[in-house]
């Protein structure tokens, strides 16, 4: 989380998550449709991502993954995101989305819902350790 | 543990869902003090309260139907995160269009070999 600095350190309970959670949110997204080949340093080696049901594991492979997504151009649009603290890694927070994805050229928008598992790093940000996205259908 | 993880997780959440929707009460079993449910932007802290909120949602009965199930490992105590998606029809209305959801779950593997959750979920999806 680039220039975030960040007061996200502290992590953990209750509403402290939801800054984090948000500001996260808004980085990744917006990496995402602007820079995709930067979201690959939000990752570790031990990150999992689970996309559409397809399992990746470590940063180089997660990179690769979302870099080969077969479109060349999107726009996420964040209508929700909930935010908890995770027992699992101290400081850990799950994070919860949903929202919209419009892939240039398409004529529909489609819905999609990610979760995240943000762990704290030595840099005082966070890094993903667990990623899963799905589309929405139906 | 021995046993498939993506089996453990399907086996929860249609265990879950079918408590949800035969026997709300029952869900108390499947959550711990230290839970944390978000519902629709709520947020709710401990098994009483979490299954007051379930045992209150304002339908009598309701139906879910799990679209897909994924699973990962989330950390180092051996618990697994669950990631599920589907639709819900609700009574007294059960023709109109069901209501998309979205459901996380982080479950704890907590002797003796019981499952407990704290959980995310997403806004409903309204059709």
């Known amino acids: 989380m680039d220039g975030q600095g960040n007061a996200g350190a502290t992590g953990g309970g209750g509403s402290d998550c939801d800054a984090v959670a ?4 808004e980085y990744y997204y917006h990496t ?32 690769r993954k979302l870099t080969q997504l077969p479109f060349e151009q999107c726009r996420h649009a964040v209508s929700t995101v909930d935010c908890q603290p995770s027992p699992s890694f101290p400081g850990s927070i799950l994070v919860f989305v949903s929202g919209n994805l419009q892939l240039a050229g398409e004529e529909h928008q489609l819905r999609f819902s990610q979760m995240f598992q943000l762990v704290p790093n030595e840099q005082g940000s966070f890094f993903v350790q667990n990623d899963i996205f799905r589309l929405n259908y139906g | 543990m021995a046993m498939d993880p993506d089996a453990v997780a399907r086996a929860f959440v249609e265990h879950y869902y079918a408590t949800f929707d035969t026997n709300r009460a029952a869900l108390a079993t499947l959550y711990q003090d230290g839970s944390m449910l978000t519902f629709e932007g709520d947020k709710i802290l401990g098994t009483t ?16 139907t799990i679209a897909t199930v994924d699973c990962q490992p989330s950390g180092p105590q051996g618990g697994m995160l669950v990631f599920v998606s589907g639709s819900i029809r609700t009574s007294p209305n059960p023709e109109e269009h069901p209501l998309r959801f979205s459901q996380v779950g982080d479950l704890d593997p907590t002797p003796p070999a019981s499952l407990s959750l704290s959980l995310a979920r997403a806004r409903a999806a309204r059709a």
């Open chain 1, 22 to 25: 948000r500001a996260f949110v």
């Open chain 1, 32 to 63: 995402f449709d602007a820079n995709r080949a930067a979201l690959a340093a939000l990752y570790g080696a031990t990150s999992m991502l689970s996309f559409e049901g397809q399992r990746v594991a470590g940063a180089v492979e997660i990179g």
């Open chain 2, 49 to 64: 309260h979490i299954t007051n909120k379930l045992t209150s949602l304002p339908f009598q009965q309701c139906q879910h």
